[in-house]
């Protein structure tokens, strides 16, 4: 029976699939022979995700009775899937402009953060902005990703650390879920510092009694839709011990873990990580061969950020 379809991408010289079966991802010589087809075409459904891709040919005939709200006649062009960014922190108020000129004078990132500057900064302003002003200046910074071709950003929260102003950001980062054309994976990352007054001790029992019990709630009722938990897992923030209990309780309620670790100093997060079942580590310049292994053997993925080493260092 013939049936209506979004899209119909016709005639692509190529069309990059990077799987060929059904994989989530490939890994070392794998990387070096991506699946592409020549001479292709794709259906999209009307629910936007791929139907079909094929020969040119075996989708014009497998389709010749479906009608499509839009055909686009992709020869001598390539498709290819979109980006995606596995680490963001887009939704903040204020500029470290001025950091540069610490860090040119020979302040290191942990210098600035130990004196009230660095994320601290950054939370001060990010507390005192609305909700509408955060929302409209991340509307732009996604708009720019789209732009330079990102179709799945994961997006932290972070520079509030009161549940309160995580509450806040989470809102904002629900409100583009559901009103841009992009796809967000959303993360609480409330251990981003240890706030002003506390320990991390404390602030990972806050985190655990406080924030945690009010995610699953708003998540229950469809408030906001939380995909993971993060913790900045470093010497001077938040120790393993309470990395490990804030990573777990997020586990417990159904949080995926995607954390900071092995950053600036080797702190075994990624030995951590691997114990807890966590998706993916970040950073981890200053991870250990042990750490490699076994992230490798439990199919961790590592994000790495290579340009982070140069703006933060
Ligand atoms: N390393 C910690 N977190 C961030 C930087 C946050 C900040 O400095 O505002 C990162 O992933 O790069």
Redesign the pocket.
Not at 127 to 150: H, I, K, N
């Given at each position: 029976m013939a049936g209506g379809h979004r899209l119909l991408l016709e005639n692509a010289r190529q069309v990059v699939l990077v799987c060929a079966r059904g994989e989530r991802f490939l890994t070392r010589d794998a990387l070096r022979s991506l699946e592409v087809l020549e001479g292709a075409s794709l259906v999209v459904g009307t629910d936007g995700f791929i139907k079909a891709i094929g020969p040119a040919d075996a989708i014009q005939k497998q389709f010749s009775e479906e009608t499509f709200e839009e055909r686009i006649d992709c020869s001598g062009k390539c498709i290819l899937p979109g980006l995606v960014d596995a680490?963001t922190?887009p939704v903040?108020a204020g500029e470290?402009v001025h950091e540069f000129a610490m860090k040119l004078a020979g302040a290191t990132?942990m210098d600035i953060?130990q004196a009230g500057g660095?994320?601290n900064f950054?939370v001060e302003r990010t507390r005192q902005a609305s909700e509408e002003e955060l929302y409209s200046s991340f509307q732009q910074r996604l708009g720019c990703m789209m732009r330079a071709g990102t179709t799945l950003v994961e997006c932290k929260s972070?520079?509030g650390l009161n549940l309160e102003t995580e509450l806040k950001m989470l809102r904002v980062i629900e409100r583009a879920r559901q009103e841009l054309d992009i796809g967000i994976s959303a993360t609480y990352c409330g251990a981003?510092s240890v706030p002003k007054g506390k320990t991390a001790s404390e602030a990972a029992d806050d985190i655990i009694k406080n924030h945690l019990p009010r995610l699953k709630e708003l998540g229950r009722n469809g408030e906001i839709h939380v995909d993971n938990i993060d913790v900045?897992c470093?010497k001077g923030v938040f120790d393993l011990d309470s990395t490990r209990r804030i990573l777990q309780s997020g586990k417990d309620i159904g949080l995926q873990i995607n954390f900071?670790g092995d950053?600036?100093h080797p702190m075994k997060a990624a030995e951590l990580g691997v114990e807890l079942g966590a998706q993916a580590i970040?950073?981890l310049e200053e991870v250990s061969d042990e750490g490699i292994a076994a992230m490798a053997s439990a199919r961790c993925s590592a994000v790495l950020?290579p340009t982070?080493a140069y703006?933060?260092r």
């Amino acid at each position: 029976m013939a049936g209506g379809h979004r899209l119909l991408l016709e005639n692509a010289r190529q069309v990059v699939l990077v799987c060929a079966r059904g994989e989530r991802f490939l890994t070392r010589d794998a990387l070096r022979s991506l699946e592409v087809l020549e001479g292709a075409s794709l259906v999209v459904g009307t629910d936007g995700f791929i139907k079909a891709i094929g020969p040119a040919d075996a989708i014009q005939k497998q389709f010749s009775e479906e009608t499509f709200e839009e055909r686009i006649d992709c020869s001598g062009k390539c498709i290819l899937p979109g980006l995606v960014d596995a680490h963001t922190h887009p939704v903040w108020a204020g500029e470290r402009v001025h950091e540069f000129a610490m860090k040119l004078a020979g302040a290191t990132y942990m210098d600035i953060h130990q004196a009230g500057g660095g994320i601290n900064f950054t939370v001060e302003r990010t507390r005192q902005a609305s909700e509408e002003e955060l929302y409209s200046s991340f509307q732009q910074r996604l708009g720019c990703m789209m732009r330079a071709g990102t179709t799945l950003v994961e997006c932290k929260s972070g520079y509030g650390l009161n549940l309160e102003t995580e509450l806040k950001m989470l809102r904002v980062i629900e409100r583009a879920r559901q009103e841009l054309d992009i796809g967000i994976s959303a993360t609480y990352c409330g251990a981003h510092s240890v706030p002003k007054g506390k320990t991390a001790s404390e602030a990972a029992d806050d985190i655990i009694k406080n924030h945690l019990p009010r995610l699953k709630e708003l998540g229950r009722n469809g408030e906001i839709h939380v995909d993971n938990i993060d913790v900045f897992c470093e010497k001077g923030v938040f120790d393993l011990d309470s990395t490990r209990r804030i990573l777990q309780s997020g586990k417990d309620i159904g949080l995926q873990i995607n954390f900071h670790g092995d950053e600036l100093h080797p702190m075994k997060a990624a030995e951590l990580g691997v114990e807890l079942g966590a998706q993916a580590i970040s950073h981890l310049e200053e991870v250990s061969d042990e750490g490699i292994a076994a992230m490798a053997s439990a199919r961790c993925s590592a994000v790495l950020l290579p340009t982070t080493a140069y703006m933060l260092r």
